[in-house]
């Protein structure tokens, strides 16, 4: 299957084609736009098909193509791409979850004057997020890592008029900076030490045993600096504070961020190069895992807790993709790659799913996302409701059923596993619950209890946003088959083992567990927010029973824990007064300098000045006055006189003879 | 009284001289020519006169110039007539001293 393999870079080439032509295409003309995007991702996602089932022949699989990109001095910069178990599949979820949010789109962005250019930025999007994955070069990675960096930059102040999406723009986007220059710094000194930044090379890649052992030890600051990038892509602590705001963008964006492109760069990046990580690992314990574990447990733990206290329904979800990247940050720092990238993959689906529900639910109610405001629309979004249930349900983490739940167990597994501590393992658990919680206080918000504000006007959505997430729900079901203990096929699949069939792993410790856990977090939910939207004597309906329990704890973390605030006064005040003294350094001092250098400039003029005109004008002035005299007086000796001249003619021929003469 | 190489010599050099004095003082362009033309028969006998005296016998080199240097002036005096008639039809004068508009 060469020619899969050959034509690899296809996948994300035809996106980026599409992109282009649709932002050349009119702005009316909508239905070319919208067709031309889905044809481009159904090609990406056909070639993609090719590409997986190429890795499907042989366990551990991989083929790369490396090429010269340009040369300078005696070295060579090489790039290339690959494709293996980890971007195959990869490959596959980014390319099948964008068709649908691309599907979805055509439905939620129906009323939006600038559909086309939204069509041109998704695939862009997409291209950008597909480069990642087949990237065989960290030079490559990082220029398409930008080029999803900018997508999402376009597509969160999509709608420019508002001075908060901007905003959000911006912040994501600077916010991403901070982490990117640690991934650059660290790609310098990768390239440094080793002398190249090709993954694989025949044995000379920088993750190949030789570029590892060129490294030593300075493996784990390459590996920590590449890491930031990775903290600002994923929205790890404490870069995730762009996340959130992130949801200024449409709706399908979000999907498009949270489930398939931006976040799961980060979490893939870290997969891709973990052989940096785990470089002298003792008993699969490195310094550099050990931080990415610990930025994962900060992020889940913080992240579930705030969502505890947003009305936001998108913020809700984004603290929880928070909190889902932490975990599967956790799950790459103890050393279960697999899983980790199989939680990613699994919440690709259902994270998807649960924002274009959101979607749906704000289309359907007009444009309102403040879950206090909403309730009872079970009846009336029955689709909507029922997809997103599934969506919950994978989120949670419930077992047998949905595809979130194994992947989470399969997490829970490597954390108890890890050596250097259980902390995480017990730390997860606990997220375990908090997840179910906020998710179950806010599918009691949206869709139980009494109907309120703008429930009356809600509706159905049209079919066009409907079948993706029917689409979205079977696939995040049907994606459980392959994560089962029993027959662990995608596991194998991404470490390079045959898969065997064993009915008796099936039953799992870990599982009942988080039954228990499930069980126990959904039951505290529905017993919290029993009463939630009805009005009672104490509380009107639009206050949180928690708010009503503990109000500051509360304001706590419905402020987001005050980090913004504290970066505002810290970060920003610090970098605010950085640039007030630059400038007062601009203005008083570099100025001064510039003004002296001015005065000395402008004296050297003057001098230069009057020895223009005193001295040279003077002297020319004198030589040509000469001239014009001499040339006065010769002209009068022209008299015109040809007897004058002949007589000079013989008075000189005489003068001639008599020195002749007298010489002689 | 013998002919001599000085005589020659004084002969040649007087007529020079008469020609040179006609053509500074005359006023009419053809008298500047005639003077010009006497000049040229100075030294056309000045040249016989040295190949007269010069060592005997040789082949008569002087002659042969003092010929072209008069085929010459033939030419050169018809050309300076034809001058002389275009400035007179022009100017409606000969009169050298009206004619200074070389002057510079």
């Known amino acids: 299957m060469a020619w899969s393999v050959n034509n690899v870079w296809l996948i994300p080439a035809l996106p980026l084609a599409v992109s282009f032509v649709i932002l050349s295409l009119a702005n009316s003309r909508r239905k070319s736009a919208a067709a031309l995007a889905v044809i481009g991702q159904i090609a990406a996602l056909t070639l993609s098909i090719f590409a997986f089932a190429t890795t499907l022949q042989t366990p551990g699989y991989r083929a790369f193509r490396n090429f010269t990109w340009f040369t300078f001095g005696d070295s060579a910069l090489r790039i290339g791409w690959v494709l293996d178990p980890l971007a195959a599949a990869m490959l596959v979820m980014i390319a099948l979850v964008g068709l649908c949010i691309f599907v979805f789109s055509i439905g939620y962005m129906a009323g939006d004057k600038d559909f086309t250019r939204f069509f041109a930025y998704l695939s862009f999007f997409s291209a950008a997020m597909l480069g990642v994955v087949i990237a065989n070069s960290l030079l490559l990675l990082f220029v398409c890592w930008e080029l999803v960096g900018l997508a999402s930059y376009l597509l969160i ?39 190249t930044l090709l993954f694989y090379d025949d044995g000379r890649g920088c993750l190949e045993s030789a570029g590892l052992v060129m490294l030593g030890s300075s493996a784990t600051f390459i590996a920590l600096l590449i890491f930031c990038g990775a903290v600002g892509k994923s929205g790890q602590f404490p870069l995730h504070v762009w996340l959130p705001d992130a949801m200024e963008g449409p709706t399908p964006v979000s999907a498009l ?15 891709r190069v973990y052989p940096l990580f785990a470089f002298g690992a003792v008993d699969g314990v490195t310094p550099s ?35 889902q990247l932490g975990l599967m940050m956790v799950s790459l720092g103890v050393g279960g790659v697999a899983a980790g990238i199989m939680h990613l993959i699994a919440h690709g689906f259902f994270k998807a799913l649960l924002f274009l529900g959101a979607g749906s639910v704000i289309h359907g109610v007009h444009h309102q996302q403040d879950i206090r405001k909403m309730g009872g629309l079970r009846f009336l979004m029955p689709v909507t409701f029922l997809t997103y249930a599934v969506g919950m349900m994978n989120l949670s983490g419930v077992p047998f059923f949905f595809s979130g739940g194994w992947t989470k167990e399969e997490i829970l597994h490597a954390t108890m596993r890890w050596h250097a501590s259980h902390l995480p393992h017990y730390l997860m658990l606990a997220g375990v619950v908090l997840t179910t919680l906020y998710m179950t206080r806010q599918m009691i918000f949206i869709f139980f209890n009494n109907r309120r504000a703008v429930s009356d006007l809600a509706h159905e959505s049209p079919r066009v946003m409907t079948l993706p997430l029917i689409a979205l729900a079977i696939c995040s079901i049907v994606l459980g088959a392959v994560l089962t203990p029993a027959w662990p096929w995608l596991h194998s699949y991404l470490t390079g083992e045959t898969a065997r069939f064993d009915a008796t792993l099936f039953i799992q410790p870990v599982l009942f567990v988080s039954l228990v856990l499930v069980g126990a977090g959904i039951a505290l939910g529905a017993w919290i927010y029993r009463n939630a939207g009805m009005e009672d004597r104490h509380r009107p309906a639009e206050t949180d029973p928690l708010e009503h329990a503990q ?28 640039a007030r003294f630059s400038d007062w350094m601009d203005r008083h001092v570099w100025d001064g300098f510039v003004r002296a250098f001015g005065g000395l400039g402008q004296l050297f003029g003057i001098f230069t000045t009057n020895l223009d005109e005193r001295g040279i004008n003077a002297g020319v002035d004198e030589t040509t006055s000469g001239a014009r005299g001499l040339g006065r007086v010769m002209s009068g000796w022209h008299s015109g006189q040809i007897q004058t001249y002949l007589g000079a003619v013989a008075v000189g021929m005489l003068a001639l003879l008599i020195i002749y003469a007298w010489l002689a | 009284m013998t002919p001599t190489l000085q005589l020659f010599l004084i002969v040649s050099a007087a007529l020079f001289c008469i020609g040179l004095l006609a053509a500074l003082s005359r006023r009419h362009a053809i008298f500047i020519l005639i003077g010009i033309e006497m000049m040229l028969a100075a030294a056309n006998l000045n040249f016989i006169t040295f190949w007269r005296f010069g060592p005997q016998p040789q082949p008569p080199t002087g002659v042969m110039v003092a010929i072209f240097s008069i085929a010459i002036a033939a030419a050169e005096a018809a050309v300076g007539l034809a001058l002389v008639i275009a400035v007179y039809r022009h100017y409606r004068t000969t009169n050298v001293d009206q004619l200074n508009q070389l002057k510079g």
């Open chain 1, 289 to 323: 895992l050990t931080v990415v574990v610990s930025i994962g447990v900060i992020t889940a733990l913080m992240a579930s807790l705030i969502a505890l206290a947003q009305f936001d329904i998108k913020r809700i979800l984004a603290y929880s993709t928070v909190s």
């Open chain 1, 551 to 578: 109000p500051a704890l509360f304001r706590f973390l419905e402020h987001k824990m005050w980090l913004d605030e504290l970066y505002e006064r810290t970060v920003l005040a610090s970098s605010r007064a950085a």
């Open chain 1, 157 to 195: 102040g999509f709608w420019i008029h508002k001075p908060s999406a901007a905003a959000a723009a911006k912040k994501a986007f600077i916010t991403t900076r901070i982490g990117d220059m640690g991934f650059f710094l660290g790609m310098i000194w990768l390239y440094g030490n080793s002398g």
């Open chain 1, 257 to 271: 961020i949270h489930a398939a492109t931006m976040v799961a760069a980060g979490v893939f990046l870290v997969a």
